[in-house]
């Protein structure tokens, strides 16, 4: 079993910049590949970014492409998502999700979820 810890969200203006982090615990986090995905209100969870165990491959949705960097830091059991020039269409509810798929791009093909952290992009 593995577990989320997301942190780093807040406000900020459009511009602006935030790195979001997550957390893992268990011994086995660098044998799952890593998604963000994102939630605003009334809204379907979106998918943002995905990363291979090895951080080798990386998937992005087009509409973050240049501006989101999802890394990961397997020694220290965490994924990370670099977000700039923030839009205010960037707000939501930001998770971080396990699974064992190949750069899995819908909600279901993830094991493990975060409970999230809020990312809010004010104009």
């Known amino acids: 079993q593995v577990q989320l810890v997301e942190s780093g969200g807040g406000l900020v203006q459009a511009g602006g910049s935030l790195r979001l982090s997550c957390a893992a615990s268990?011994?086995?986090?660098?044998?799952?590949?890593m998604g963000w995905f994102r939630q605003a209100p009334g809204k379907e969870r979106e998918f943002v970014a995905a990363i291979s165990w090895s951080g080798g491959n990386t998937y992005y949705t087009d509409s973050v492409k240049g501006r989101f960097t999802i890394s990961r830091d397997n020694a220290k059991n965490t994924v990370y998502l670099q977000i700039n020039s923030l839009k205010p269409e960037d707000t939501a509810v930001y998770y971080c999700?396990?699974?064992?798929?190949?750069?899995?791009?819908?909600?279901?093909?993830?094991?493990?979820w975060g409970q999230g952290t809020q990312v809010t992009v004010s104009s």
């Open positions: 268990g011994r086995t986090f660098s044998s799952y590949t």
């Open positions: 999700a396990a699974g064992r798929m190949v750069l899995p791009r819908h909600p279901g093909e993830y094991l493990y």
